[in-house]
């Protein structure tokens, strides 16, 4: 036996229950990003599908690069400034099972860091659905690389790091309504103005090819939503649970008040609609649902399904191209989450982990809303003109534009950019002419080539 003294101190007591809600948490989160990419992918045109899903994949890849490089300490490194952290933590170094995180006691920092690495992946694959069918892959790749860095690791550490500006301030966030559903959607706005709009915009129907797939990856969403608010409070316990319940009946309702709103004017019950419903709940009840009462659930869905429905009208009046709403869905139901957080926090709530904290509206902290507007107000400002500045740069320089030709528009991004389809098993379809009732057979590689808005293929 070694006669040296051991002078390591002893590990942390970590419950190993919470650990292993985390870590399942972290899958879960990891679920929703090929779901988005199959909600996205059904919304499109089937020549734009597989490139939807792929972008999805790029966002992991890149981002967890990226946070294993600097992303992690930048956003939560000790000693932060009060908008950015350091490079204390850059490469994981001295992120350990032994260690504690700044942010939490309940888990280790290393279990806490992978678990913050799927919320950094997910977001930047949200905000660039907005420019679907027209947006080059690899300047894509690249954008994510430098938007995470400037614009995510930036806002995720003012709102969740102890030395943030508005985690000092009070802002309540539980899970990303402001780092993960503001910045994209936001974002998303600046990226379908820099790129344009589809060729046909305004004059093509654009019609989702696959509403099953739509279907599919709204149920990803849902699914893994468990793990990106339940898990967001790092431990196994009520509060926990309160935060799954409150998320699966905001997503619930915010589906059939979408669905209401739909039929209301197309007396159809839309599948479309109510997975659009239940995504923008989801987004809605983000950042409240560690800190509201189950009864709110209800309420942040039907204003969720409501105010985003209305939200789609927006690129209408303004003329812009966000081929899949996700500014409607996420920057405004972001909105909408941080503000009703402001109002239903309730001390509860907070009492389940026995925290003394004031509250929302329903408790009489009045200066609560105050805290919530400035983060959001801040997030919006600082994203929409940053994310323009990066991709503006970006487009101009030689190799790096940001949008495809028309023939690479026309033939579709599957095809141009990838290379590959996404169906490769469809040999002939049928093309019928909508005015005269006419139908041929034609061969799927002419399917790009059919200009005639009268003729439809089914």
């Known amino acids: ?181 503001i910045s994209s959607g936001t974002a998303a706005l600046a990226y379908c103005i820099i790129v344009g709009k589809r060729h046909g915009h305004g004059t093509d129907e654009f019609k989702p090819h696959n509403i099953a797939n739509v279907v599919l990856g709204a149920a990803l969403l849902w699914f893994g939503w468990f793990g990106f608010n339940g898990g967001s409070e790092l ?55 560690g800190y509201v009462e189950a009864y709110s659930g209800a309420i942040f869905g039907i204003a969720a399904g409501v105010i985003c429905n209305l939200a789609v009208k927006l690129k209408h009046i303004f003329d812009f191209d966000d081929a899949l709403d996700v500014f409607a869905v996420h920057a405004v139901g972001g909105l909408v989450g941080n503000i009703l957080t402001g109002i239903f926090a309730s001390r509860k709530v907070f009492a389940l982990d026995s925290l003394d904290h004031p509250g929302g509206w329903i408790d009489g902290n009045w200066i609560q809303m105050g805290y919530q507007l400035a983060n959001s107000g801040a997030a919006i400002a600082y994203t929409f003109v940053m994310t323009y500045i990066i991709l503006f740069v970006m487009d101009k320089i030689p190799g790096l534009s940001l949008r495809v030709d028309l023939d690479s528009e026309t033939k579709g991004l599957d095809e141009s950019e990838l290379g590959e389809l996404a169906y490769y098993h469809v040999d002939r379809l049928v093309a019928v002419n909508t005015r005269t009732g006419e139908t041929k057979t034609i061969k799927e590689e002419t399917i790009h080539q059919q200009n005639d808005t009268n003729v439809s293929i089914v």
């Open 1 to 181: 036996m070694s006669n040296t003294t051991n002078t390591t101190a002893p590990p942390v007591p970590y419950q190993s229950g919470d650990i292993a809600w985390t870590l399942t948490s972290t899958a879960l989160v990891f679920i929703m990003i090929p779901g988005v990419g199959y909600f996205y992918s059904g919304m499109a045109r089937s020549k734009n599908a597989l490139s939807l899903i792929m972008l999805g994949m790029l966002s992991v890849g890149v981002v967890s690069f990226q946070w294993w490089l600097w992303g992690y300490s930048l956003t939560f490194g000790p000693s932060a400034s009060h908008f950015i952290g350091n490079l204390d933590h850059a490469f994981l170094l001295n992120v350990g099972f032994e260690q504690q995180s700044s942010i939490t006691t309940t888990v280790p920092a290393l279990v806490y860091a992978i678990y913050q690495c799927m919320f950094a992946a997910i977001t930047p694959a949200l905000a660039i659905g907005s420019a679907a069918e027209r947006g080059r892959i690899a300047p894509a790749s690249i954008f994510i690389f430098v938007w995470s860095t400037i614009v995510y690791d930036v806002v995720a550490c003012w709102t969740w790091n102890i030395d943030g500006w508005a985690a000092k301030l009070g802002t309540l966030d539980f899970a990303g309504g402001t780092p993960v559903h």
């Open 235 to 289: 431990a196994a316990n009520t509060r926990a649970a309160t935060a799954c319940v409150v998320t699966n009946l905001a997503a619930a309702v915010g589906g059939l008040v979408w669905t209401l709103m739909d039929f209301r004017l197309e007396k159809k019950i839309s599948a479309l609609g109510f997975c659009s419903g239940v995504v923008a709940g989801l987004v809605a009840i983000t950042p409240a649902s």
